[in-house]
């Protein structure tokens, strides 16, 4: 069953450039990676919370192949000082498509 990965950062301002660079490189790592669907780095707009400054959405085929992505590899939220990253892994429970 596939699996979604959501990630929220704090970025220190000074960082921004720095995070976005290295989280390329770690999506540019993923992409090679058996399981790995589809990723969006959203930045928040500055409206309401701002408690993150970005957050990424991906997709991974399976709990497994997520995990395996990390053997002998550092992920952006890890080498940039000052970012802390807050990953989750979600299954879906509800959807609801007006739609259909």
Do not use: C
């Not at 950062?9 to 921004?16: A, G, L, N, Q, R």
């Not at 090679?32 to 957050?55: M, S």
């Not at 890890?78 to 498509?97: I, N, S, T």
């Amino acid at each position: 069953m596939p699996i979604t990965l959501i990630n929220s950062f704090t970025v220190p301002p000074e960082s921004e450039e720095e995070f976005l660079e290295t989280w390329r490189s770690t999506i540019d790592h993923f992409a090679t990676a058996p399981g790995f669907i589809q990723t969006r780095l959203h930045r928040n707009t500055g409206l309401n919370d701002t408690t993150f400054q970005f957050v990424n959405i991906a997709l991974w085929e399976d709990v497994e192949s997520y995990r395996a992505v990390f053997r002998d590899f550092t992920p952006a939220g890890q080498r940039v000082p000052g970012v802390k990253a807050y990953p989750g892994l979600f299954e879906v429970y509800a959807e609801v498509d007006p739609a259909e």
